[in-house]
């Protein structure tokens, strides 16, 4: 299998490697050359410095033949676009868009993109677990 993932910071690098280990063919693609250092002095797959808004920096990264992409730069509007141009240009059915805005990551979810929204996921542990270890007040008799 192959994938991509845009932005190489905390997230995309961890979903890098982890695909690695999972013996996927992994190219990661960022503005920072420095940000290869995030992937480990082992790491085996590609790298490509740009901007994953650029098609040719996503030519280059092998876009065409990818199995499933991630887009995890630092910002929501760049991640949704990018999320739409890989659906959408280059035809890939898995493409997984972090988006920080629980809000938006509901509207582009309900028409089709597959989102996470990490803002979203912990505010409902935090709800679950205040709920979970605090004693609910007893129905009146």
Same mark, same amino acid.
């Given at each position: ?17 982890? &695909? ?8 990661? #693609? ?5 940000? &290869? ?20 920096? &996503? ?6 033949? #990818? ?17 739409? #141009? =890989? ?25 089709? =993109? ?11 542990? &935090? ?15």
């Amino acid at each position: 299998m192959r994938g991509i993932v845009i932005g190489c910071g905390r997230v995309g690098s961890a979903v890098a490697r982890g &695909l690695a280990e999972d013996g996927w063919d992994v190219t990661v #693609v960022d503005e920072s050359e420095d940000a &290869l250092v995030r992937l480990g002095a082992n790491w085996s797959g590609g790298f490509v410095v740009g901007h994953g808004m650029d098609t040719t920096v &996503l030519e280059d990264a092998g876009v065409a033949d #990818v199995d499933a992409a991630v887009v995890a730069t630092n910002g929501d509007n760049t991640n949704l676009v990018i999320g739409q #141009v =890989l659906q959408e240009r280059y035809g890939i059915t898995m493409v997984v868009v972090r988006v920080l805005d629980p809000a938006r990551a509901k509207f582009y979810a309900d028409r089709g =993109l597959r989102t996470v929204c990490p803002t979203q996921t912990a505010i409902s542990v &935090l709800l679950d677990t205040v709920r979970s270890t605090t004693r609910q007040p007893s129905a009146a008799t």
